[in-house]
């Protein structure tokens, strides 16, 4: 018998209030746990040990008192799973609340809440109807936007019923699974199948399907602020990529919308809580293309429990002088070039000398030892075919100059102290041979050097660059000294190369590399430097590479970054790009030349509208009604132009009365921003203005169009006085 609408209604009152008065447990819970912590560390300030002991017990509970305090405000948990009674020892019958962070009343009482990242969880991203994996029953629970966990904005929740029989009592009051076929009774929203299972929003593993209305709802909702994490709506290929194992390295290919950035997030933040001691050992760094995208993602490791984790640029990283100067095009071009590593290699070690005229000769009290010219050659020649870094090279010169000095010492007066090696080593005629035969230097002295002295520039890079190359990277007015150089962006890079030659820099145990496809083979050296002995998260999408050096296929970008066995998996599926604007990218796509899957989105809603005008200033005045319009929608706005349009951009907007933020605001309702600087970035709604001159902008303009038009996750407007580049020889809305 189908129960009534009325039953039906009931039995949510029901459920609600029982999973409110749940989650007001947690909240308890969380209170007291964030207690502890403090008590923990005033306890821990009195403990018994060693100085160095307490130390380090003292910093650890004082940074997870910190962690604790500082956790985002927020609902805490928006999933749960029951288990059927056959789904075997461990979980048959059990039930657990997912969230972003595992709650509990006391360390050994089973937790209130699971975390995400629990190997229990990854059935609530994994299971469907044809794979239920022991799940009876799957809930999702939708949460009023911006809730900042109060349990009354619980609003809603769906059950995806998958298999297997719960244990006889039902998931929650013992009325059986609230009404046996679908989410609440009836059908519900997910027709009894569930947005996972079958059809589910990727069907049996990669087909696309319907998601259901809570899942639909966390996917579309509104942007504005910075990215949120997607703890809640994880998909199964999302997944795999996320819980991938530690030693490996993977690239992930990912079309605009299917989640690339949010998968290495997510797969930092699992990595820390699966390998605590070995990332916080070796350590963790997130790597982005500028210092707004490191802004607009700051807050998700945070919302996710994970706090301290470094988030960088590359030229933060290699920041060793400030940048005071610009190359052209074509000196920037070639300081990237990986061929550049060699002339730099051949400039470092073309210190080197093996010919020393005279005998080392130690005064050691009354004695005086003497190792031979040929003797001293043979150790500098010894080093070098080793092939070790400058830095160590030299001290291994320096220390075998000193055994031939030991052994004739210890032939004639036995055995010597560590003392004696140590005054032996620092004395002057040995500092004296070492400097002559492996001089000490800096990066910078190297540096300048070459790109000042035309000379040393070609007798390094012969061979390797013309001269035309050679002439666009040397320095047509070479400083007086390394101090007074002014640096390019392109140098640093050199700089780091050069540091890495001479010692090799700390590295991390796992680095994550979004936008990875506009790294030059120069700059992914740096990085493979900070990551030879740990494993990398590649992040990227041929097709918005925008940079001179932008890579054109990924296994060359892999071997630059020393990992050229990393497997390559691409995300097609979209889930914040609606197929109308998809369909339009996917056009311009075409044209990039670039070798990649063209994407597909689930989302069937989302609009797109072609608005042609005249030129000049009619083109600002239909861009300020575009926005006008959009201010009439939920959501973020972003008005992107060619950067030389952006000024005048702003001046249109803020005469018609619209207040305009830039990019680095991720609050404001409407940000103008130029092209160049939209990349990862999202808006429920882009107004483009005039696409043909971000084309014209710059070399690989279309790569940056793409860049703009897959920003909008829900509607786009194209405002252009010119014509566009693409084929409108098909249905798109005027």
């Not at 619980?154 to 009592?169: A, M, N, Q, S, V």
């Not at 949120?228 to 998909?235: F, K, S, V």
């Not at 802004?295 to 030229?315: D, F, H, K, N, W």
Request: hydrophobic share 40%; glycine share 12%; net charge negative.
């Amino acid at each position: 018998m189908t129960p009534s609408d009325a039953d039906l209604a009931a039995d949510l009152r029901l459920t609600l209030a029982h999973e409110r008065a749940h989650h007001d447990s947690c909240r308890a819970a969380l209170a007291a746990m964030v207690e502890g912590a403090q008590e923990q560390v005033v306890v821990g300030e009195d403990v018994s040990a060693s100085g160095a002991d307490a130390e380090v017990l003292g910093y650890q509970l004082r940074s997870r008192a910190k962690e604790m305090r500082e956790l985002p405000e927020g609902p805490l948990f928006f999933g749960r799973l029951d288990f059927g009674a056959d789904a075997g020892r461990d979980h048959g019958g059990q039930s657990y609340h997912l969230g972003r962070l595992r709650i509990t009343e006391e360390p050994s009482a089973p937790p209130l809440v699971v975390d995400w990242r629990a190997p229990v969880s990854r059935a609530f991203y994994q299971a469907s109807a044809r794979d239920p994996q022991g799940v009876a029953v799957r809930r999702r629970f939708g949460w009023a936007p911006g809730s900042r966990g109060d349990s009354a904005d619980l609003t809603g929740l769906e059950d995806e019923h998958l298999g297997g029989p719960l244990d006889g009592t039902g998931p929650l009051d013992g009325t059986g699974p609230l009404g046996g076929t679908g989410p609440l009774g009836g059908t519900g929203p997910l027709g009894g199948t569930g947005p996972l299972g079958e059809p589910g929003p990727l069907g049996e593993r990669g087909q696309p399907g319907q998601p259901g209305s809570i899942l639909t709802a966390e996917i579309e909702r509104p942007r504005l602020g910075p990215m949120r994490d997607i703890a809640a709506t994880i998909q199964p290929e999302q997944d795999d990529l996320v819980r991938a194992e530690l030693a490996a390295s993977v690239c992930v290919q990912g079309a605009p919308g299917t989640g690339k950035t949010a998968v290495g997030l997510h797969r930092a933040a699992y990595l820390l809580y699966t390998h605590p001691q070995r990332i916080r050992r070796g350590g963790l760094l997130i790597l982005g293309p500028n210092r707004t995208f490191l802004s607009y993602i700051a807050e998700v490791l945070p919302a996710l429990g994970e706090t301290g984790v470094r988030q960088s640029t590359v030229m933060d990283e290699i920041a060793r002088q400030p940048v005071t100067a610009e190359d052209d095009e074509r000196a920037a071009a070639v300081k990237h070039d990986p061929r550049m590593a060699e002339v730099l290699r051949r400039a470092l070690y073309g210190n080197i000398t093996a010919d020393f005229p005279d005998a080392l000769v130690v005064a050691d009290g009354s004695y005086r030892w003497r190792v031979p010219a040929e003797a001293l050659r043979r150790i500098v020649e010894g080093v070098r075919a080793e092939e070790p870094p400058y830095g160590i090279g030299r001290e291994r010169v320096r220390t075998r100059a000193v055994g031939l000095v030991r052994q004739q010492a210890e032939r004639r007066a036995g055995p010597r102290s560590a003392a004696w090696l140590r005054r032996i080593s620092g004395c002057r005629p040995v500092g004296a041979y070492v400097d002559a035969v492996w001089p000490r230097v800096r990066p910078e002295e190297v540096v300048a050097r070459l790109l000042g002295d035309p000379e040393a520039l070609a007798e390094a890079a012969d061979g390797i660059l013309d001269a035309d190359e050679q002439k666009a990277v040397g320095w047509a007015r070479p400083p007086r000294s390394y101090r007074s150089a002014c640096w390019s962006a392109a140098d640093l890079v050199l700089l780091d190369e050069v540091a890495g030659l001479i010692e090799h820099p700390q590295g991390y145990g796992h680095v994550v590399i979004d936008e990875a496809q506009d790294l030059s083979p120069m700059e992914c050296r740096a990085i493979a430097r900070r990551a030879a002995f740990g494993s990398v998260t590649v992040l990227g999408d041929l097709a918005q590479g925008t940079t001179p050096w932008a890579a054109r296929d990924w296994p060359a970008l892999l071997d630059h970054l020393g990992k050229p066995d990393a497997a390559v998996i691409p995300l097609t599926i979209g889930f914040r790009v609606p197929a109308a604007i998809v369909g339009l990218t996917n056009r311009l796509l075409e044209q990039l030349g670039v070798d990649v899957p063209a994407a597909r989105s689930l989302r069937a809603d989302g609009e797109l509208r072609m608005r042609p005008v005249g030129a000049g200033d009619d083109v600002l005045a239909e861009a300020t009604a575009a926005v006008r319009d959009a201010l009439t929608h939920e959501g973020s706005i972003g008005v992107i132009a060619a950067d030389a349009d952006v000024v005048p951009l702003r001046a249109a907007l803020g005469a018609a009365g619209i207040p305009t933020a830039g990019p680095d605001e991720l609050g404001a309702r409407v940000a103008v921003l130029g092209a160049s600087v939209a990349k990862g970035l999202e808006y429920d709604h882009v107004v483009a203005v005039e696409p043909a001159a971000i084309v014209a902008a710059e070399p690989r303009g279309l790569h940056r169009l793409y860049v703009v038009l897959t920003r909008a996750v829900s509607r786009l407007d194209v405002v252009h006085g010119r014509d566009v580049p693409w084929d409108l020889a098909w249905d798109v809305p005027r």
